[in-house]
């Protein structure tokens, strides 16, 4: 509670927070207090400028670029949190098990975490991708998931094996914990903070991973992300004629949700890591 | 004695990310004499090494300094800007040996290193050159080793540690040296030595006072000339180091003494008791004497903050004396 | 079988690390702790006293010797019966009071922890006596104690706690690695007094780990002095302190500053 007041005054978190707010509520509740038009409904023609039916203009569709935008940064939102959870729930499970086994168990597990890390995650992606034919937003917030766990797995286990030499720990073992109970009772709520902070990252990871696939031709079927809007407007050659509303407003919200999720990691970095804490 | 340093009236804060003050220092007026080791005793808490900072003028915050003065030859030192007391002040007239300093040195860099920064803090013109060899006479005289100064931290012990940054602290002659737990984490030979370099640094005149921070009243039995016991942000007992640990006054001092546990014949026979119950929150300390909520003797007085009454040239701040004329004050 | 001690070491060695980098931290150790005896292990930092302690916890398994409960060796024991029946008899209070309660239990909670040691649990309503009894027994205010998390208690009474919580399991011996040394000195002695008396009243056999001499001298019977992995000097208190016989006590005693004994610098 205490570090909770805290981080409501620290101006960076608040920042990033109300800024995520911000977004989040525009891509819930734009589609319904915003526009009166569907993702995919023609109201103009080919990149038609803004104007007052189409604020943001037109794409090459003639689909409404306001609306798109409110249903795009949903379909990002959700991929990234899809791939923030998959990826922090494998990363944790397997750093804490590294972490808390040592010896053999340990070395195998970072074995496997350490020859994934040198294989280019995009690779991976793109083959992964290329091998999954439904490719909904799910599946696709799941392959980008599994392919970011290992830095989190690294980070975690380096958390756990200091953890475990705490004396809380040694305690527990005297009064008969047993070595599952102790993961989950005497280490992991320890690093609640840590793994949160870790998620934040892993999430605005995943919103770039999604936007890196999708422009390449590998986004999610019959729906709108942020990707999908880049890679059409690229497609169809809208820097070149101009039409700088296809592909400036969802470029501009790609920065702005992970700058302002970077910024709460970085608010909460400060309140966690008391030595980060602004001295003047 | 002439007095070189005095405080007077020293309120210092501390500021809590959540907005509340904590009184660590609240309404402490003190001399340090010239000559002298003056020992700052009490529980972890009570106000001591926040005491040291501001005396040693390396005040940051969340720490400040609400209301009192420094007095340095009749100046307030607190009011000097910033650069001023970098320059002329801080080093050279006080100079500060924090608690912990010997762990917090910087790993990348060699001792030599460590001396120049420090003599060019004062005097940006003067040569490395200068510096080191100013460094390695002043090791001599005190009997380290000059090879100390082409050694990385990690290489020395921690006594040694200790010693070295005791000696780089006081290049600069300063008049007095403020010592916080100088040996708090040193194995008892470790931790002879260094004392022994604190003596020695005042009987070759380089610093003309130490004021000694420490929670181990057997220490400042052997080191110190006059003791101040704090309690809960105040003075509470400030006398002669025999007055103050062979014949305490105030129910808080003879408590402190009272819990001192040494191998000495004797010691087994006697029950130790400490003081029962814990200091006081610092963001509302209770009203009147602050020890009184923990205090044996406490009678209908305690509750009124009590006056420094004056027992053969030491001051008590406690009721009890309430028939002692008032203490002179600095 | 009263008369054989309760608890000893036999050749008790650990090396730490292998080939070049070895590091014998304890070396051919041999103590023995008879039933009711209050003993202290002293020794600075480094000198493996620690590493001791943890063996003989069975947190840390030796390179070589023996550790035996009443004559049965731990390795015998942790076959036939498994850890937790050593854990029942031998208990441990731990240097750290800030460190060594979960932050995020209940005083109630942790306390209750120490039955998982018990094949059968004893039903909620004795468990819960037993926890009362326990915090009772070291001076706490007990209806105040039980909801109380670690954050709201100062360093005496999380130290209070956590000797609570090994009274708990009704144990015989309690090791005690540095039970004070992060605590003030007022509050100290309260916290001995209590393991002292816990001797008086229950019988428990306790073994100080200390590097602090005048409290080793204050609560033991028979000190053991270990200096580099090895013990230099045992014998009771009262000898070693009034007359050392090894050079490495000699100087440790000299070092040590007293009220009483000039301290010559």
């Not at chain 1, 990033?16 to 023609?45: H, N, Y």
């Not at chain 2, 509470?236 to 007055?243: H, L, P, T």
């Not at chain 3, 039980?146 to 005496?156: E, F, I, N, V, Y």
Request: hydrophobic letters at 45%; aromatic letters at 6%.
């Amino acid at each position: 509670m205490e570090l909770l007041r805290i981080l409501l005054r620290s101006n960076r978190f608040m920042a990033g927070f109300w800024i995520v707010t911000a977004v989040l509520a525009f891509a819930l509740l734009g589609p319904t207090l915003l526009t009166d038009v569907g993702p995919f409904q023609r109201v103009g023609g080919l990149f038609n400028p803004p104007s007052r039916d189409a604020l943001l203009g037109t794409d090459n569709f003639g689909r409404d670029v306001f609306t798109q935008l409110m249903y795009g940064t949903r379909t990002s939102l959700y991929i990234g949190l899809v791939a923030g959870f998959v990826a922090t729930f494998i990363g944790v499970t397997i750093g804490t098990l590294a972490g808390y086994a040592s010896g053999v168990i340990e070395e195998a597990l970072m074995g496997v975490t350490n020859v994934l890390i040198t294989i280019p995650p995009i690779v991976v992606l793109i083959l992964l991708s290329v091998a999954v034919d439904a490719r909904t937003a799910t599946t696709m917030g799941i392959i980008i998931g599994v392919t970011a766990w290992p830095w989190t797995a690294r980070a975690v286990r380096a958390q756990t094996s200091s953890l475990r030499t705490r004396e809380h720990v040694a305690i527990a073992r005297i009064s008969g914990v047993g070595s599952l109970e102790m993961m989950l009772v005497e280490i992991l709520p320890y690093m609640f903070s840590y793994i949160f902070m870790a998620f934040i990252l892993q999430l605005t990871g995943g919103i770039l991973a999604e936007a890196t696939l999708s422009m390449l031709g590998l986004g999610p079927f019959q729906t709108v992300s942020l990707g999908t809007l880049l890679h059409w407007s690229l497609l169809w050659e809208s820097v070149r004629v101009g039409a700088w509303w296809a592909f400036i407003p969802a470029t501009v919200f790609l920065s702005i949700t992970t700058f302002s999720l970077i910024l709460m990691n970085a608010g909460m970095d400060e309140i966690f890591n008391p030595t980060l804490r602004h001295t003047r | 004695m002439p007095n070189v340093v005095e405080v007077e009236g020293l309120e210092a804060y501390y500021r809590t990310p959540a907005g509340d003050d904590i009184k660590a220092v609240d309404g402490v007026s003190l001399a340090v004499r010239e000559g002298e080791v003056l020992g700052i005793a009490g529980e972890s808490g009570c106000g001591k090494t926040t005491l040291a900072q501001v005396l040693g003028l390396t005040v940051q915050k969340p720490l400040y300094v609400r209301s009192g003065k420094v007095l340095l030859e009749g100046r307030n030192a607190l009011a000097l800007d910033r650069e001023t007391m970098r320059r002329e002040v801080r080093g050279k007239t006080i100079s500060t040996v924090p608690q912990g300093a010997m762990n917090s040195l910087n790993p990348t860099l060699r001792v030599r290193n460590l001396v120049i920064d420090v003599m060019r803090d004062h005097n940006p013109r003067i040569r490395r050159r200068e510096a080191v060899e100013r460094a390695r006479e002043r090791l001599d005289l005190l009997g380290l080793p000059p090879r100390v100064l082409e050694a990385y931290p990690h290489q020395l012990s921690g006594g040694m540690k200790q010693r070295v940054i005791t000696v780089v602290s006081t290049l600069l002659d300063p008049v007095l040296l403020i010592v916080d737990e100088p040996t708090s984490a040193l194995d008892v030979t470790s931790q002879k030595v260094a004392i022994k370099l604190l003596v020695d640094l005042l009987a070759k005149r380089i610093i003309r006072s130490i004021v000694f921070i420490t929670h181990e009243l057997p220490l400042l039995r052997h080191v110190a000339d006059r003791i101040a016991i704090m309690y809960a942000g105040r003075l509470v007992e400030v006398g002669a180091m025999e007055d103050i640990v062979f014949r305490p006054q105030h129910p808080y001092a003879e408590g402190l003494v009272g819990s001192v546990l040494v191998p000495e014949p004797g010691m087994k026979e006697r029950t130790v008791t400490g003081i029962p119950g814990r200091p006081p929150d610092m963001r509302r300390p209770p009203a009147g004497c602050r020890f009184a909520p923990r205090c044996p003797k406490r009678f209908d007085l305690c509750d009124r903050d009590p006056r420094p009454f004056g027992i053969d040239g030491r001051e008590v701040w406690c009721w009890l004396h309430r028939d002692q004329p008032n203490a002179e004050r600095p | 079988m009263s008369d054989g001690p309760i608890l000893a070491v036999e050749g008790l060695t650990r090396v730490f690390g292998s080939g070049r980098h070895a590091n014998l931290a304890v070396d051919r150790v041999d103590l023995a702790i008879r039933p009711g005896e209050v003993v202290a292990l002293i020794g600075e930092s480094g000198s493996g006293k620690t590493t001791v302690a943890r063996m003989l916890l069975g947190l840390l398994p030796p390179t070589e010797g023996t550790v035996r409960y009443r004559g049965v060796d731990l390795d015998t024991l942790r076959r036939r019966e498994g850890m937790r029946s050593y854990w029942r008899n031998v208990q441990a209070v731990f240097q750290d009071p800030f460190g060594s309660l979960n932050a995020f239990y209940s005083v109630r909670r942790c306390m209750l922890n120490a039955f998982k040691l018990f094949p059968r649990r004893p039903p909620r309503a004795e468990r819960i006596a037993r926890v009362r009894e326990a915090l009772d027994i070291v001076g706490l205010d007990v209806d105040d104690m039980l909801t109380k998390h670690p954050h709201q208690l100062s360093g005496g009474q999380r130290q209070r706690v956590m000797i609570a919580r090994a009274l708990v399991v009704q144990p015989g011996v309690l090791i005690a690695d540095e039970p004070t040394s992060m605590i003030d000195a007022s509050s100290r002695a309260a916290i001995l007094n209590i393991l002292l008396d816990l001797r008086t009243r229950l019988g428990l056999t306790v073994m100080f780990i200390t590097h602090d001499i005048g409290m080793a001298y204050y609560t033991s019977d028979r000190l053991f002095i270990m200096h580099l992995g090895r013990i230099v000097e045992e014998g009771p208190a009262d000898d070693i302190i009034r007359d050392p016989q090894h050079e490495y006590t000699k100087r440790l005693l000299a070092d040590v500053p007293t009220l009483s004994r000039e301290w010559i610098l």
